[in-house]
Each structure stands twice: as structure tokens, then as C-alpha cells.
């Protein structure tokens, strides 16, 4: 069982927005605004698209975005495009004891 | 352009030992903690393991804390785990992975090498 808590799917259809949550507790999401959000295609090594809660990398498109109220963070993809549609996984920071944790991964479907 | 080039891996026997590398590149290797994150088959992410930039101080997931061993020689720019008392469900893609920005703690992984299968099977 994942530390952090995502669904395991969600879907939409192009054009559309969706939006993934990631639950922790107050040792880590809560604690520390260093949730991020990495996209996995299969076979491939995850990238990651949102970091420090809501900042996105160079090159990322502005259609991702990330937030976070108390113990739950949530990716929010707008304009869903057929190449979003992969597997998003969410991790926070949780102190110097555990150090990190992952969400259990969200498959997105864009149908 | 920062590269993680992973070797290692492979078929071990339960109870056996397999060492994985990562040898970094196009960065300033000691100025970044490392990590290792595993992906069981047809399961989610699972940080395993991280060291310092200077290679001080280590950290470990309950599971392995006992059994893998993560090191680095910042002289040749290259990241080790070392696993020992390989179990069944360490049967994983294992992942290296850089820090952002700290040699001290973790922000967030910036950079991925392309991932080594490890199998444990008799």
C-alpha cells in the first residue's frame, strides 16, 4: 500500500480537464511544499511536470498545473490531448525519517 | 544535457546478491543526492533508497534497510546499490534518479536514468 493515496483511474475526452488528487498526512503533504507530479508512459522513465506544489519545469506545458489544500494535492490537466494519456504519479517530501513517498499512480485514459 | 546511464541488474537467486551503477553525466555530480526508485511490475513507484551528495548520509526504506547498501565515488561520477538477501519481491525495474537541487535532502527528481530489470527467481 502507497503512503500517498491517488484513484487509480481517471478519464476524459480530448479537450477536456481532469484532475487527479494525491492524499497524504501531515508528515508529508501537509508538512512540506515539495509535492510533485511525474508522468510515466510504460517502458519509459518518469518525467517530471509539476514540483514544489504548483511550479512547472521548463518545457512543460502550461495545460498541467498543481495545487495543494491541507493534506491533499491535485494535478489538473486542461486540454487533454491523446499524448497525456499515461500513468501520473504524485510524491512528497515526508521528513528526514521516511524521507519520500509515492502515490500508488493514476492511469489516465483519454478517450 | 545531464544523463543517467544505468548498468547492472539482471537475474539473481533468492538470498543472492546483485549490485546496480548509474554513472552520471553533464552535471556536477557531488553537488546532487541520488536516489533509487523501483517499479514492480504492473505496480506504482517506490522510492528506495538515497545518499548525499558527499555520500555521508544514507537513507533507506524499512524493507531494505537491512539488505541493500546505496554508495557512490564521486570520482567517477557513478551511484551503487548494492542488494543483498535479494527476496522475491524485490523483482523490479529499478531507477536511479537525481535531486533537483540539494546534495543534503530531497526536493523533488529531476533526471531519470532509463531503468535496469532486476529479477529474483530460482
Known amino acids: 500500500q502507497s503512503a500517498l493515496t491517488q484513484p487509480a483511474s481517471v478519464s476524459g475526452s480530448p479537450g477536456q480537464s481532469i484532475t487527479i488528487s494525491c492524499t497524504g498526512t501531515?508528515?508529508?503533504?501537509?508538512?512540506?511544499?515539495?509535492v510533485s507530479w511525474y508522468r510515466k508512459y510504460p517502458d519509459k522513465a518518469p518525467k517530471v511536470m509539476i514540483y514544489e506544489v504548483s511550479e512547472r519545469p521548463s518545457g512543460v506545458s502550461d495545460r498541467f498545473s498543481g495545487s495543494k489544500s491541507g493534506n491533499t494535492a491535485s494535478l489538473t490537466i486542461s486540454g487533454l490531448q491523446t499524448e497525456d494519456e499515461a500513468e501520473y504519479y504524485c510524491g512528497s517530501y515526508a521528513g528526514s525519517s521516511t524521507l519520500w513517498v509515492f502515490g500508488g499512480g493514476t492511469k489516465l485514459t483519454v478517450l | 544535457e545531464v544523463q543517467l546511464l544505468q548498468s547492472g541488474g539482471g537475474l539473481g537467486q533468492p538470498g543472492g546478491s546483485l549490485r546496480l551503477s548509474c554513472v552520471a553525466s553533464g552535471f556536477i555530480f557531488n553537488n546532487y543526492a541520488m536516489s533509487w526508485v523501483r517499479q514492480v511490475p504492473g505496480k506504482g513507484l517506490d522510492w528506495v533508497s538515497s545518499?548525499?551528495?558527499?555520500?555521508?548520509?544514507?537513507y533507506y526504506k524499512a524493507s531494505v534497510r537491512d539488505r541493500f547498501a546505496i554508495s557512490r565515488d564521486n570520482s567517477k561520477n557513478t551511484l551503487y546499490l548494492q542488494m543483498n538477501s535479494l527476496r522475491a519481491e524485490d523483482t523490479a525495474v529499478y531507477y536511479c534518479?537525481?535531486?533537483?537541487?540539494?546534495?543534503?535532502?530531497?526536493?523533488?527528481?529531476?533526471?531519470w536514468g532509463q531503468g535496469t530489470l532486476v529479477t529474483v527467481s530460482s
Open positions: 501531515s508528515s508529508d503533504v501537509g508538512s512540506y511544499n515539495l
Open positions: 545518499v548525499s551528495g558527499s555520500g555521508g548520509s544514507t
Open positions: 534518479a537525481k535531486d533537483s537541487r540539494s546534495p543534503y535532502s530531497l526536493n523533488w527528481f529531476d533526471s
